[in-house]
């Protein structure tokens, strides 16, 4: 007799997500994301960090002091290095799905779109006030895209090495 507790696809897809939030230097929020095609094979991986060349302990992590100085006129979102970090065909992206711990902002959403990712699935939407993140719902809305709350049905995923 098999296994019964075994992971469901969008568990084990959250879980690679989450592992790969593992590799940021954020020291307030690691953020990761998995793209995964209709035939539920990972097509890429990303998490928020720096530009590529951007000197990690130079970066300016802080929240506070004036914009420059900021971390967020500066980092790439997990959703977008996801995106970029992608070598194949962009007609593999069409239809995809997104597997990311934070519900995407804006600027994410419309790279979303644009290469075709057609459902997010997240596990945090803790700006959904912001205009950002209305924004995005918005886009998302507009162009067809869905997405959903992971934890409705499954189990938490909790990763620790």
Not at 77 to 96: M, P, V
Not at 120 to 133: C, G, L, Q, R, T
């Amino acid at each position: 007799m098999k296994r019964e507790d075994y992971l469901t696809w969008d568990e084990y897809f959250m879980a690679v997500a989450k592992l790969s939030a593992m590799r940021s230097k954020d020291p307030s929020t690691q953020v990761g994301a998995c793209i995964v095609d209709k035939n539920n094979r990972i097509l890429s991986m990303g998490y928020n960090g720096t530009p590529n060349g951007y000197n990690d302990d130079d970066f300016p992590w802080g929240r506070e002091g004036a914009t420059l100085d900021k971390k967020y006129v500066y980092v790439v979102h997990a959703e977008l290095n996801a995106i970029l970090n992608y070598r194949g065909s962009r007609k593999d992206l069409e239809g995809a799905k997104i597997y990311v711990d934070l519900f995407p902002c804006n600027e994410c959403a419309k790279a979303i779109v644009q290469c075709g990712i057609k459902e997010i699935i997240y596990v945090s939407d803790k700006y959904a006030e912001d205009d950002p993140w209305v924004a995005s719902k918005k886009i998302l809305d507009e162009c067809g895209v869905t997405y959903r709350h992971f934890g409705d049905e499954g189990k938490e995923i909790k990763i620790s090495i």
